[in-house]
């Protein structure tokens, strides 16, 4: 069956046959445009996703009041937040997003993993922070954005090694020695 014929049968109008509901004669009915909702449900809901950051992109930019005070990335972020929530109360499919789905090849959406989320996700929003961050903003918190890192990196490396130490001294946390002496 070539193309053109698989296109002139979706091109057909269907008809139905119905009876009267008081009773009467049956009478034909012909459905020239349908609604497949099973088929266009995902395309409409990332679709419309892509339509909703527009327009909240292009309204962002036009309210100075909050353009002024909250990060761009940050809106798309809330914006994605309550998206997903209203997907996930609205869309009730067994296998979209369904974590607990044991068929992989019937997920519609991405399973969301960390590697999609650190490969994928993450570095779009890092770099369009970086980019809408103006010079002059950053080399006047240079001070304060280095001290932060440098304490949060020392002390980030002395507690979480502290601890694991403490916790290897209680004997929460073992190591075992193979036959050649190696932990």
Same mark, same amino acid.
């Given at each position: 069956?070539?193309?053109?014929?698989?296109? =002139?049968?979706?091109?057909?109008?269907?008809?139905?046959?119905?009876?009267?509901?008081?009773?009467?004669?049956?009478?034909?009915?012909?459905?020239?445009?349908?609604?497949?909702?099973?088929?266009?449900?995902?395309?409409?809901?990332?679709?419309?996703?892509?339509?909703?950051? %527009?327009?909240?992109?292009?309204?962002?930019?036009?309210?100075?009041?909050?353009?002024?005070?909250?990060?761009?990335?940050?809106?798309?972020?809330?914006?994605?937040?309550?998206? %997903?929530?209203?997907?996930?109360?609205? *869309?009730?499919?067994?296998?979209?997003?369904?974590?607990?789905?044991?068929? *992989?090849?019937?997920?519609?959406?991405?399973?969301?993993?960390?590697?999609?989320?650190?490969?994928?996700?993450?570095?779009?929003?890092?770099? =369009?922070?970086?980019?809408?961050?103006?010079?002059?903003?950053?080399?006047?918190?240079?001070?304060?954005?280095?001290?932060?890192?440098?304490?949060?990196?020392?002390?980030?490396?002395?507690?979480?090694?502290?601890?694991?130490?403490?916790?290897? *001294?209680?004997?929460?946390?073992?190591?075992?020695?193979?036959?050649? %002496?190696?932990?």
């Amino acid at each position: 069956m070539n193309t053109s014929s698989m296109h =002139e049968e979706k091109m057909v109008p269907e008809v139905l046959q119905h009876k009267d509901s008081h009773g009467g004669d049956e009478h034909l009915e012909i459905r020239l445009i349908g609604w497949r909702w099973m088929e266009v449900k995902n395309n409409l809901a990332v679709m419309g996703f892509i339509l909703l950051s %527009g327009l909240a992109k292009l309204g962002f930019h036009r309210a100075h009041v909050i353009s002024s005070k909250v990060p761009e990335s940050c809106l798309l972020i809330i914006l994605g937040v309550m998206f %997903g929530g209203m997907l996930y109360l609205f *869309y009730d499919d067994e296998c979209s997003l369904n974590q607990r789905c044991l068929d *992989y090849s019937h997920l519609v959406f991405p399973k969301f993993t960390p590697d999609l989320f650190f490969l994928y996700l993450l570095p779009p929003i890092i770099l =369009e922070a970086a980019y809408c961050l103006h010079n002059k903003h950053f080399f006047d918190n240079i001070r304060s954005i280095l001290f932060f890192a440098v304490v949060g990196t020392v002390i980030n490396f002395l507690l979480t090694g502290g601890l694991l130490i403490l916790v290897q *001294y209680l004997g929460l946390i073992g190591f075992q020695e193979d036959s050649n %002496g190696n932990y």
